[in-house]
Nanobody
């Protein structure tokens, strides 16, 4: 199973970006998909996650500005980021947790390779 993230880049404060992450491979189902970020010198932190049933959870710092969505049929998760701030600058990692592969009853956790988001004027 591989996670491929895209959509990062350089944006001015107040701008928007949309991140996408596609999970590929021999996947039967994915329980939770989401986004984490890591700024230089800081620990990786949760940004937003969503379950296959549509429940969501956001970090307080992004509530009201970011929106996570998911296409279960495509094993894809999106992160719409609006009103971006310089403190949102980080490498954003997508995450798939509770992944069940076809023919294998166990659950697995996978990380994508990360995409850089830089908010600067």
């Amino acid at each position: 199973v591989q996670l491929q993230a895209s959509g990062g880049g350089l944006v001015q404060p107040g701008g928007s970006l949309r991140l996408s992450c596609v999970a590929s491979g021999n996947i039967f189902s994915i329980n939770v998909m989401g986004w984490y970020r890591q700024a230089p010198g800081k620990q990786r932190e949760l940004v937003a996650v969503t379950t296959s049933g549509g429940n969501t959870n956001y970090a307080d710092s992004v509530k009201g500005r970011f929106s996570i969505s998911r296409d279960n049929a495509k094993n894809t998760v999106y992160l719409q980021m609006n009103s971006l701030k310089p403190e949102d600058t980080a490498v954003y990692y997508c995450n798939a947790n509770g992944v069940i592969r076809v023919g294998n009853p166990h659950e697995y956790l996978y990380w994508g390779q990360g995409t850089q988001v830089t908010v600067s004027s």
